[in-house]
């Protein structure tokens, strides 16, 4: 819970109630990635149209009373049987139907991670005007970016929601909640649902990292071996003429609009280390932060680096994988 969250329940101990409830109910529903909604987990109460059309039946009822009105009785009765039909569809609107959560991609620390829910309407007619956001428990309140969707009859919808982590590490996913109010807007029907996924966030990246760590003789290698000018490793030298343009760096010839190819003897001679110890005075957030950004920065380059920390150690390679399983350790070490 915030600071300011805590400074407010001094003020306002009936929201505080309310949160620590909205805690403890959250609690008690199960962690599944898929849920069949039923009368069992969907919740119904009219919404501030229904509360001032109940008001205005209420009246409309008196007046008809009082002054004898065939016609007003009519219209009372009218209105009040389209508002009780319309709260039988509204919850039949989310009754029945089934969602289904996709395993979200890693993110990094800071940015969206997007949660992708399939929902399946096994029923002939269509399921119109439902809404998926993030409920925050914590701040009381529900995630203002709703998105809506129909679910077409006897078919399936995706519906993107998204939530930003702050912090790197294994995160669960945050409760989200679905609602309904068609086809009237005076009833509101809900569902709360906690999936058991988890979501894996990165460290964020430096933005403006230094120059990636010289290189390290490889054991047994010829140590008197020379780097580049700039006592950095990037595995690159001046284009010469025959080199087979597989060895060509395009990205970075683009960068410093002049070709540039892979330095494969420098590469045999040297390992790119990314060392934990090396990453500056920072505090172990920082190096993490600047261990992530040359991560990204040595794969940028197709460059052959391993990683080191002080509780793991990752030998030197490239490629995709070896790109996440760096980023796997960064985020869980």
Known sequence: MSTQAVRADWYNPVGFARRRFRIWWQSRIALTDTMTLSQRN???????????????????????INY?????????????????????????????????LLQPDPQFAGASTTLSVVLNNPRRSVRHGIGLAVLDAHEDRFSKH????????????????????????LHRVPPLTAETRFP???????????????????????????????GEPR???AASARLQGSGEFDGVRAYRRGD??????????????????????????????LDFTGAGPGGTEQRLSRLAAWVLQAD?????????????QIAPGSGEAHKRRCLEALATC
Request: a positive charge; hydrophobic letters at 50%.
């Open 42 to 64: 969907v919740y119904i109460l009219p919404s501030r149209a229904g509360f001032m059309l109940g008001a205005t039946l209420v009246v409309l009822l008196v007046a008809s």
């Open 68 to 100: 004898q009105l065939n016609l007003g009785y009519l219209l009372t009765f009218l209105l009040a049987g389209s508002a009780l039909a319309g709260m039988h569809v509204c919850h039949a609107t989310l009754r029945g139907l089934t969602m289904n």
């Open 146 to 169: 709703w998105v809506w969707a129909d679910v077409p009859a006897q078919g399936s919808c995706v519906v993107h929601v998204a939530f930003q982590p702050q912090q790197r590490g």
């Open 184 to 214: 009237l807007g005076t009833f509101r029907v809900w569902t709360v649902w906690r999936p058991a996924a988890q979501v894996l966030v990165y460290p964020a990246p430096e933005p403006l990292p230094p120059p990636l760590p010289p």
């Open 219 to 221: 054991a047994g290698g």
């Open 244 to 273: 087979p343009l597989k060895l060509v760096v395009w990205k970075k010839a683009a960068k410093a609009d002049e070709l540039v190819s892979r330095d494969t003897e420098q590469a045999q001679r040297y390992e790119l280390w």
């Open 300 to 312: 940028k380059l197709a460059l052959d680096f391993g990683l080191r920390l002080p509780a793991l």
